[in-house]
């Protein structure tokens, strides 16, 4: 007879290493045409970590920098206090630094210096126990671009539907 193996440290270590996201900017979706992507680390106090592993968080006005001394910082994230915390809670609103290498700051530099370019953040999302943000290098739209968008998906969204129900009545 086989011995059967045992999966459940191999499907720990999956579930370890699986993505879990806490906030997603749907409207930073909306707002611009994402050019480059990159994932950053995110310097957290401890409070911070304890509400977003509740999953309290919003992105939605928020947006990143580079400052004069090549450090990156994330703006206007909003991570509520954590209710079971003291005296030793953290400020909502805070600046927030970013950790990423030194090739790829440089990187963001060079490509944000264009016209009407920015970085957003697109996600917020824990993996293998650590915070992470996805920050994207943007442009802008203007007002007919998000209107030609939206067509243009909900175009595609009634073919797929009619795709489907073609297959469904072939069957």
């Known amino acids: 007879m086989a011995k059967k193996k045992n999966l459940a440290p191999a499907k720990a270590k999956e579930e370890a290493d699986a ?3 806490i906030a997603r900017n749907k ?4 707002d611009y045409t994402i050019l480059d992507r990159y994932e950053a680390g ?3 106090a401890g409070t911070e970590v ?3 592993r509740l999953g309290r968080a919003s992105l939605i006005d928020a947006w990143v920098e580079v400052d004069r001394y090549g450090e990156v910082w994330l703006h206007g994230v909003n991570i509520p206090v954590y209710a079971m915390g003291s005296w030793t809670n953290h400020v909502p609103t805070r600046k927030r630094k970013l950790l990423l290498h030194r090739s790829e700051i440089a990187k963001l530099q060079r490509k944000v210096e264009g016209k009407g370019k920015t970085i957003v953040p697109l996600e917020l999302y824990f993996i293998r126990g650590r915070a992470k943000v996805e920050i994207a290098v943007a442009q802008g739209k203007q007002e007919w671009d998000k209107r030609e968008t939206l067509k243009r998906r909900q175009a595609d969204m009634e073919a797929a539907r009619a795709m489907s ?7």
Not at 27 to 30: D, G, I, L, M
Not at 165 to 171: I, P
């Open 19 to 21: 993505k879990h996201v």
């Open 27 to 30: 409207k930073a979706r909306h």
């Open 42 to 44: 995110i310097s957290l």
């Open 50 to 52: 304890k509400a977003l």
């Open 165 to 171: 129900s073609a297959k469904r009545r072939n069957r």
